[in-house]
């Protein structure tokens, strides 16, 4: 193995739950905050599996894909999920939740990322409690954005694997 191939096989970073305790906390409300049971896993897994695609990172991309199949997702809805509008495997509230997600990641040059339309559409699929919870989901996979582009853990290795040591 080259040295190219050997560093590549390594994330740039060391554990950062060791070198930033506090994020176990933080990455654990975060957690529990998008567990609360008003949104299904299978929605939460498909809008961080689209924020990972939009993002570049194949971290998250397996990582969410994995939670999917965990979750009991078709194959077929997985694969479709980058190409989610013209896909007929997804309900009304889980395009909703795509496209919350896309407009949050997308700037948009003719105006604002999430206009008052597609919150109206969002909020007659969601309520209140059940919404707020899948903000939280999309902030809870963009707060771990830069982590996964920056310090690059390995795609599909444990916790305890995936940062160099």
């Not at 689209?50 to 397996?62: C, D, H, M, P």
Request: with cysteine; hydrophobic share 40%; glycine share 8%.
């Amino acid at each position: 193995m080259t040295t190219i191939e050997q560093h590549n096989r390594q994330s740039r970073l060391p554990n950062p739950a060791v070198l930033v305790p506090e994020l176990k906390d933080i990455g654990g409300a975060l957690y529990k905050a998008t567990g609360n049971g008003t949104i299904p896993q299978t929605t939460i897994s498909l809008v961080q599996l689209r924020a990972g695609q939009i993002a570049g990172s194949t971290y998250l991309t397996v990582l969410h894909t994995g939670n999917l199949r965990k979750a009991g997702a078709s194959e077929e809805s997985i694969t479709a999920v980058a190409s989610w509008r013209d896909a007929p495997y997804f309900t009304a509230a889980e395009r909703v939740a795509l496209e919350l997600v896309e407009s949050v990641l997308t700037p948009n040059p003719s105006g604002e990322r999430v206009p008052d339309e597609l919150y109206a559409r969002a909020s007659e699929q969601y309520e209140d409690q059940a919404l707020a919870t899948l903000i939280m989901a999309i902030g809870q996979v963009c707060f771990f954005l830069p982590l996964a582009l920056i310090g690059k853990p390995l795609p599909g290795l444990s916790p305890a694997e995936q940062w160099r040591k």
